[in-house]
């Protein structure tokens, strides 16, 4: 049956995505000055909603990319950032000491069962909806830990010169970049139930997900 034209659209839009992914995390020096550049201030705003949920204690920053967020949590707890990408960690041990940052990938985590309080990850990769990434977050928190995610943002108030930079966005994302709380269960796992919010920022809003780790074992893990 031949791709109808929408569904042609969503997998060029797809592939161009994974591509232009792929090459910010190889050359992850590109990374924050383009996040600037489209999304201006908001970018580093909805990051940071994820800090009211960081209390004291050990938290960990899953994809945690060039590890602009890791000196504010490093400010609530004992702060460790985890990368896949060697470029991301090369840029992030220029922020923060090299023992704050470990290279592995998340669904394989080196560390101790219930070993944070939080774990934490802002505008992860694809990594983060995959079952053996939620099993290992899930391992690695104590019972009665949060785990927190910014899964998006949206700019509803384009100004000035960045209106066009807007559209262009809106061509890049699709509907990822327009309204809506997403599925309660895109991140949905046994042992880590958890709610949606909605974050306001001065020009838009980031979608949050806050789960608590219950003590029962997850299921199939």
């Known amino acids: 049956m031949p791709m109808s034209d929408k569904r042609r659209t969503r997998e060029i839009r797809r592939r161009l995505q994974l591509w232009s992914f792929d090459q910010l995390y ?4 590109f990374y924050d000055p383009l996040s600037r550049l489209v999304f201006g201030d908001e970018w580093h705003r909805w990051r940071q909603a994820v800090l009211p949920f960081v209390g004291p204690g050990r ?3 899953l994809g945690c990319g060039t590890g602009a967020l890791l000196p504010e949590l490093h400010e609530r707890a004992i702060a460790i950032g985890v990368d896949r990408s ?3 960690l090369r840029v992030a041990s220029r922020r923060v000491r090299r023992g704050w940052l470990v ?7 080196p560390f101790r069962d219930a070993a944070f309080t939080t774990v934490v990850s802002t505008f992860p990769a694809p990594f983060i ?3 053996d990434t939620l099993a290992e977050v899930a391992r690695v928190l104590e019972p009665g830990g ?3 995610v910014v899964l998006g943002g949206e700019i ?3 100004q000035g010169w960045r209106r066009p930079v807007g559209v262009l966005a809106r061509l890049f994302y699709g509907d990822r970049v327009r309204g809506g709380t997403p599925s ?14 909605t974050v306001a920022t001065p020009r838009g809003h980031a979608h949050l997900w806050v789960a608590s780790r219950t003590d029962r074992p997850a299921a199939g893990g």
């Open 129 to 131: 909806l995959e079952r």
């Open 146 to 148: 949060r785990f927190v």
């Open 26 to 29: 190889r050359h992850a020096w």
């Open 86 to 88: 060697p470029s991301m």
């Open 156 to 158: 509803t108030d384009w």
């Open 103 to 109: 290279r592995a990938a998340a669904g394989a985590l």
């Open 59 to 61: 938290v960990l920053d």
């Open 184 to 197: 309660t269960d895109v991140l949905a796992y046994p042992a880590l139930p958890g709610v949606w919010h």
